[in-house]
């Protein structure tokens, strides 16, 4: 029996699958954040560890027998060759601590990637296709049968980010604002901010965003406020969901059109906290980007993320 670990990191937490070669999972562990470009080295090593542990911990095998063959990391802020050599030693560093369980790595059985991969491979149950993660953040990343790949976006809040959940919430105050001042029109989002956190006056947004000095994470959070508005119709809200899904649109055809023909029948997952919103953006999207590509299938994820990642490291294994 081949036993692999399957880890997702992203910057708001860690999971960590424990699989065997019949796709089993034995184990699932979670942990904090393990995005070492936002918290560092010794941070994402500490999560990882935990997850780990909480994994291994849930078999009822003996943990210490378990002798782990490959290891699959897919880590946010992981998409540069410097990157993947620091997370090559804080796999080695995972080694040499006091786990209890086996290593009997070989540097080909280490799979270090961007969490995008194996987000796709977890969403669509294999590794061709594309995926579109929208959560705090945003990114586009397809691969095709040839194994060429393309990404688009996940740049960061303030590079890129188009459509994610922080995006749609600035959107969403900046809004706000234009109509307090007058130079936009009405909308409910006055009230329904004012309400959520608590504002006598809409100018107290001032000090709850730069005096509190807010966190991209709970700024994002607002994001459904901006949903709930559009699902009861107001206007603005609405428009602010269109160029959210105007920007998935564009991205996803830039993928398309890079490494797939027009015709290619594939599936688009689409991954992440937005697209559970009542505002119907899901739905908006697949009707818009099969109006281009009729040929494609917009799913919901079938598996999460570190599945993929189990996923891909017993790929390795049987190489």
């Not at 027998?65 to 998409?79: D, E, R």
């Not at 730069?210 to 459904?224: D, G, N, S, T």
């Not at 809200?237 to 959210?244: G, L, M, P, Q, Y």
């Amino acid at each position: 029996m081949r036993y692999v670990l399957g880890i997702d990191g992203g910057g708001s937490k860690t999971v960590c699958v424990l699989m065997d070669d019949s796709h089993q999972v034995l184990g699932r562990g979670e942990a904090g954040a393990s995005n070492y470009q936002t918290i560092g080295i010794e941070a994402t090593l500490k999560s990882i560890q935990s997850a780990i542990l909480n994994a291994v911990n849930q078999v009822t095998l003996i943990p210490n027998t378990i002798t782990i063959k490959a290891i699959c990391l897919g880590l946010a802020g992981v998409g540069r060759l410097c990157d993947i050599e620091v997370v090559k030693n804080l796999v080695q560093e995972l080694q040499n601590s006091k786990l209890p369980i086996n290593w009997a790595l070989q540097p080909a059985n280490i799979v270090i990637c961007n969490d995008a991969l194996i987000a796709l491979i977890g969403g669509i149950g294999h590794d061709v296709g594309i995926v579109v993660a929208v959560g705090t953040g945003s990114i586009v990343f397809g691969r095709n049968h040839q194994g060429s790949t393309k990404r688009v976006g996940g740049w960061g809040y303030i590079l890129g980010d188009e459509g994610s959940a922080y995006k749609i919430a600035v959107a969403g105050m900046n809004a706000v604002l234009k109509s307090y001042d007058g130079r936009e029109m009405p909308t409910s989002l006055v009230e329904a901010f004012k309400q959520h956190l608590g504002l006598k006056n809409i100018e107290d947004l001032i000090e709850v965003i730069y005096r509190r000095k807010w966190e991209v994470k709970q700024i994002a959070a607002l994001a459904p406020i901006i949903d709930l508005a559009a699902a009861s119709g107001d206007e603005v809200a609405n428009n602010i969901i269109d160029d959210a899904v105007k920007e998935f649109v564009k991205a996803t055809s830039t993928v398309i059109n890079t490494i797939f023909s027009h015709d290619s029948v594939l599936e688009v997952v689409t991954a992440g906290s937005v697209w559970r919103g009542r505002s119907k953006i899901h739905e908006r999207f697949a009707i818009s980007i099969i109006n281009k590509f009729p040929s494609i299938k917009v799913i919901y994820p079938r598996h999460e993320p570190a599945y993929g990642a189990g996923l891909l490291a017993l790929q390795i294994t049987q190489i």
